[in-house]
C-alpha cells in the first residue's frame, strides 16, 4: 500500500506548477511602489505580463502555473490598478512603460519576453518603442495599434466621462463580462469585478485619456523583435482589419486566432495560450 500511495503522490507532483505565486512591491525610480505576483524558477528566461484596462495581476492567473513551468514570470499592477500606488497623475501609456522599465531595473531583469493584454498591449508597445534592447520577445494579445482602433471606444470614453465616485459595480461587471465570449464562472468574474472596483473614477479617467493621447508606434516594426500577434474571433473589440493593421505595423513574426473566444483570450482558453506563447518563444 505504501508504495502505491508513494507513486500516485509522485505522479500528482509532476503535474503540480514549480511553485505558487509568490506577491512582492518594489520601490521604482519613477517614484511609485508597484505591486507584483511573480511565479517560476528565476533561472529561467523572464516574462512580464500587463493586464488590460481596470484589470490587475490578477487577469493573469490562470495562466502563471503553466508558462512558469518554463519561465520565470511576472504578472504587474500597473499604475493605478490592483494594489500598486495610484498617483494622480502620469496615465499616458508611455508612463506606465516607464514604470515597466523600471520594474525591471529594480528586479535586475536585462533582457524579459512582454507580453500586453488590450490596454496592456499598448503599454507593451511603448516598453518595446522605449528600450527595445530589453524586449527579447513581444506578445500582444487583443489589442490594436491605438486605443481608438478599438470598437466601441467612444461609447466606453462618453461612459467613463460620467463616472461617480464610487464606481458602480453594475458598470464594471457590464464591462468585464463584455469581454468574454466563453463563460469563465462566476467566481472568476466576481474576482476580476473586485479587482477593477479598486480603481477611482478619476483613475478610469485619466487612463482613458492616456490611452486616447498615445500614437501608434510605427516604428516597432523596424527594430527587428519577434512578435506574436493573438486575438480572439469573437472579441467584441478588436476587430480582424484592427488586428492586421497592428500585425502589420510591428511585422509580427507570427499571428493567431482563437475560434469561438472573446478579448480575454487568456481567461478563455488559458492552456492552448500559454502553450502558445512558450511554443513562439522557442520557435
Known sequence: MLSILSTAVLAALAVMPPDAPRFGTARLSTGITM??????????????????????????????????????????????????????????????????????????????????HSMGGLVAQQVALAAPKRVSHLVLVATGSSATAFVGWNELEQAVATLPDPVPEAFVREFQLSTVHTPVGDEFINRAVTESLRLSARTWRELAAGMKATGPAVALGSFGIPTLVLHGEKDLYVTPAVTDDLAAMVRARQRKKYPNTGHAIHWEKPAEFARDVLAFLES
Open 35 to 116: 505591486h507584483y505576483a511573480e511565479q517560476g524558477d528565476a533561472r529561467n528566461r523572464p516574462i512580464i505580463l500587463l493586464h488590460g484596462y481596470s484589470d490587475s495581476w490578477f487577469s493573469f492567473s490562470r495562466v502563471l502555473a503553466p508558462l512558469a513551468r518554463d519561465a520565470h514570470v511576472f504578472a504587474l499592477d500597473l499604475r493605478g490598478h490592483g494594489k500598486t500606488a495610484k498617483p494622480t497623475s502620469g496615465y499616458l501609456m508611455r508612463d506606465l512603460a516607464e514604470d515597466v522599465i523600471a520594474f525591471m531595473n529594480a528586479k535586475g531583469i536585462v533582457r524579459a519576453t512582454v507580453i500586453g
